[in-house]
């Protein structure tokens, strides 16, 4: 059986992903960058797994380098890391960012196939849960260091400086990452000794829910390539049912909503709050934790109640709390109170979306023919991230015209998705949860 030791190389190179991810963005308005061009930092950056999924996913399929797959994908985050740090052009850092997401989603599909090597099948679904835990915590830990280091060093050295110095960190940690996952990634099979693509597929179709990173960044391309690697658009076409038809649209309004909120929200609390980097760091942080700590227990909900009107509930919430940011930011002074007030309401969105992310795969799987399941699961990745990518970008040119109009926007695009989550869920037979398998 292979070792599992590279998982901890991949936990290191999540922490500088998981510091990445809100760092470039708080550079990026250090540096002076708009409200519309931080949207499309963050659309850019969103959009940008789907192509490396899709891209280092063939390559694998056919070649079988899995271990150079993984190896260049961490360098090509160190590059964009790196190149952020040098530069202070917006299109730029754009790029810089946009190489990193790149980079994040062409490792993810390598990585579900290495992490099967070695296991029986009937282990797989362990296996990926293994391997979202280790992402899940090195993307927690870089949360973490990202607000020790802004906090600690943002006074001494000033905002610029104490973020050019840890995206550095970041990129060191990228590159002993790749050092030790040289070591410790297993040898690649042979033909016959590995896992078949086909099988990895339908493993991940049977998982009981979307691998989920964190709150702020929640779509998984690892699973567009696995589950959409054999999509044929006329069967697709013709096996979606109106009920799933009318949830993608639901999936579309929603995670333009996401996207809306997410994307000028680190200038908002920069600028407009005046909040330093460590407090930003750590709100995101209690949305992530908040996210973590509640998977299990919307995991078990999910089981005792029918998965679209918990989700349906969850959008509800997260339609209402979007706006409550701006509200709580323009109706509380910045004292301490604001500040507890905007981390109980980041709390709430996080275990909002951890409903939200664990209902997903129950609604799709129950909603679509047998035949088309790992493909439609693989089409809401895709449709989810597309969404987030466009609504960023929407939100940034809102943003530019008042936070409080952009946040109210993207409650109005998350409740109109509710709406439609809540047809579903009225339009479902009263016992399909019974009958679907991702729900026991």
């Known amino acids: ?38 949207g499309v930092l963050a659309g850019v950056a969103a959009a940008a797994g789907a192509p490396g999924a899709l891209i280092f996913g063939r390559i694998a399929d056919r070649t079988g380098r899995r271990r150079v797959l993984v190896l260049a994908a961490l360098g090509m ?148 390539y696995w589950l959409t690697r054999r999509i044929s658009v006329s069967e697709l076409l013709a096996r979606l049912t109106p009920s799933l038809s009318l949830y993608f649209v639901a999936v579309v309004a929603t995670f333009v909503g996401f996207g809306i909120f997410w994307g000028p929200l680190p200038l908002y609390l920069s600028r ?38 918990l989700q349906a509930a969850a959008l509800l919430s997260r339609a209402a709390l979007h706006p409550l940011v ?18 109980v309401v980041f709390v709430l969105i996080g275990v ?11 609604i799709v799987t129950r909603l679509a023919p047998p035949s088309i399941r790992g493909v439609a699961l693989g089409l809401y990745t895709a449709v989810s991230g597309l969404a987030n990518g466009l609504g960023s970008v929407l939100g940034g040119w809102l943003g530019a015209r008042g936070f409080l109009l952009a946040f109210t926007v993207a409650g109005a695009f998350v409740f109109v998705g509710t709406v439609l989550v809540a047809v579903v869920w009225r339009r479902a037979p009263q016992n399909s949860v019974a009958q679907s398998p991702l729900t026991g």
């Open 1 to 38: 059986m292979a070792s599992d030791r590279w998982l901890y190389a991949w936990a290191l190179g999540s922490v500088a992903l998981g510091a990445a991810s809100l760092l470039v963005p708080l550079y990026f308005v250090t540096i002076g960058g708009g409200t519309l061009m931080l």
């Open 77 to 224: 985050a160190v590059a964009g890391i790196v190149g952020v740090s040098l530069t202070e052009s917006e299109l730029l850092v754009v790029a810089g960012n946009g190489l990193v997401w790149f980079a994040a989603g062409a490792a993810a599909p390598v990585l579900t196939l290495l992490v099967t090597v070695g296991h029986l099948e009937r282990e797989w679904s362990a296996r990926f849960a293994t391997l979202n835990r280790y992402q899940g915590w090195g993307w927690a830990g870089g949360l973490v260091l990202g607000l020790v280091w802004t906090t600690a060093l943002s006074g001494p050295l000033g905002a610029q400086t104490a973020q050019r110095t840890l995206l550095w960190v970041c990129a060191g940690a990228a590159g002993i990452a790749g050092l030790l996952a040289g070591g410790w990634l297993p040898t690649d099979p042979g033909e016959l000794e590995g896992p078949r693509p086909s099988r990895v597929a339908r493993a991940l179709a049977r998982s009981r829910r979307l691998p989920v990173r964190s709150a702020t960044f929640p779509v998984g391309p690892g699973r567009l």
């Open 272 to 309: 407009s709050l005046s909040y330093d980097s460590g407090t930003i760091f750590a709100l995101y942080l209690v949305s992530s934790v908040g996210s973590a700590l509640c998977y299990g227990g919307a995991g078990r909900l999910a089981e005792r109640y029918d998965a679209s009107a």
């Open 326 to 343: 701006a509200v709580v930011g323009l109706s509380v002074a910045a004292t301490t109170l604001s500040l507890v007030t905007n981390g």
């Open 352 to 362: 909002a979306w951890a409903v939200i992310a664990v209902t997903a795969a129950s």
